[in-house]
């Protein structure tokens, strides 16, 4: 049974209403209390303290007992109860997300009055600046924090589940080089060093996606068959296998990128020679002078200080894989085939995002059946 008592802090004009609640450790038997202060009036005491006989009703005394723990407080002890479960780079991941996003959202809030509206903001926020994949992925992360929560009895159940995570409906633009501008950036990539333009040469010519670059061995080159295998990525935190399936392919080379790739093949043997120890051994096919496979952010860079050196509006590593696609429509290639050269999941997902060079094909294909007809 509760117990409600008045009191007087030391310069206040009002009562404030503290509650006391005894019941039996579970485990000893011997007597225990939960107690809270700050209550504005009997009824507001009366109430939390209902609540608390309720739960302990029906047996959810670790929630009650860990009424007090913050966010952060949580995460410590799904830390050090979890981590030695997790792969390295799965763990590494998920302290930069409770590092980056977490804590500093919602480290110092208590963990059973962290609300679904405080929640919604906070992921309101994140899909402004990042994509609505990266904001489900943080999501997930998060839910998996919360459900142990749940199962160690913390909370009573996942009060954040069913968020809305959806991005406000808006036509991405695809962000693409046209002819001219390819020569542009190409006579600017040849005044850097070798490496820095084989990297974009190879991205160009081939679609690829950065970390898919990142991860190309020589081991995955077939220079005779002029053929790439692409069967894995590499970001900071390791390398990992294709999200799907159809990311795992085998696509063809044109004899431009062919040759090159030789050369700069023979280009690292010849750095190996001359450096002897300082050079760094790997099968890596992006590496630098020193051997050094690129770090995730120094494609982006190089971009950068290629598209400045020509004073060309700045892009990143997808807008040549995005120009890779379109130049292969345009030149009258199926988008089956480009979708496949691409591992696209589905025809619809490259339809939908090269949709005004389908339609320029569209266009000049009813230009063509309407002068035949004459």
Not at 141 to 170: D, Y
Not at 201 to 220: H, I, P
Not at 246 to 272: C, G, M, P, V, Y
Request: glycine share 4%; hydrophobic share 35%.
């Amino acid at each position: 049974m509760a117990s409600i008592r008045s009191y007087k802090n030391k310069g206040d004009k009002k009562y404030s209403y503290e509650y006391r609640v005894k019941y039996p450790d579970p485990v000893t038997g011997k007597p225990k209390e939960k107690s809270k202060r700050g209550f504005k009036s009997k009824k507001e005491a009366e109430l939390a303290a209902a609540e608390v006989e309720k739960k302990l009703m029906l047996g959810n005394i670790e929630e009650i007992e860990n009424s007090e723990i913050t966010v952060k407080d949580w995460i410590d002890q799904y830390l050090s109860l979890y981590s030695v479960h997790l792969r390295k780079t799965t763990l590494k991941v998920r302290k930069l997300r409770i590092e980056n996003h977490f804590l500093p959202a919602f480290g110092h809030i208590k963990l059973q009055k962290l609300s679904r509206s405080q929640y919604q903001k906070f992921i309101n926020t994140k899909l402004e600046t990042m994509k609505e994949s990266t904001v489900k992925s943080l999501h997930g992360t998060f839910m998996i924090i919360i459900n142990k929560a749940v199962v160690h009895g913390i909370l009573s159940t996942n009060k954040l589940k069913g968020i809305s995570i959806k991005k406000v409906e808006s036509e991405e633009k695809v962000v693409f080089l046209n002819r001219e501008e390819v020569d542009k950036f190409i006579q600017s990539a040849m005044q850097f060093e070798y490496d820095e333009y084989i990297s974009v040469f190879t991205l160009l010519r081939t679609g690829m996606r950065k970390g898919e670059l990142l991860a190309l061995t020589w081991g995955d080159v077939d220079l005779k068959t002029q053929t790439i295998t692409i069967n894995k990525n590499r970001n900071s935190q390791g390398t990992f296998p294709p999200k799907t399936k159809k990311s795992n392919r085998t696509i063809s080379i044109d004899n431009s990128l062919a040759k090159e790739l030789k050369k700069f093949h023979a280009w690292q043997k010849s750095n190996k020679l001359r450096r002897g120890k300082g050079y760094r051994v790997s099968d890596y096919v992006i590496v630098d002078q020193y051997g050094v496979p690129y770090h995730e952010w120094k494609l982006n860079k190089i971009i950068r200080e290629i598209c400045d050196n020509v004073k060309m509006t700045r892009i990143g590593p997808h807008a040549l894989r995005h120009t890779h696609a379109v130049m292969l429509l345009e030149s009258g290639v199926d988008i089956k085939t480009v979708s496949d050269r691409l591992g696209h999941t589905k025809i619809n997902m490259t339809a939908d995002v090269y949709l005004h060079v389908s339609r320029k094909q569209e266009n000049e294909a009813v230009n063509k059946l309407e002068h035949y007809l004459k």
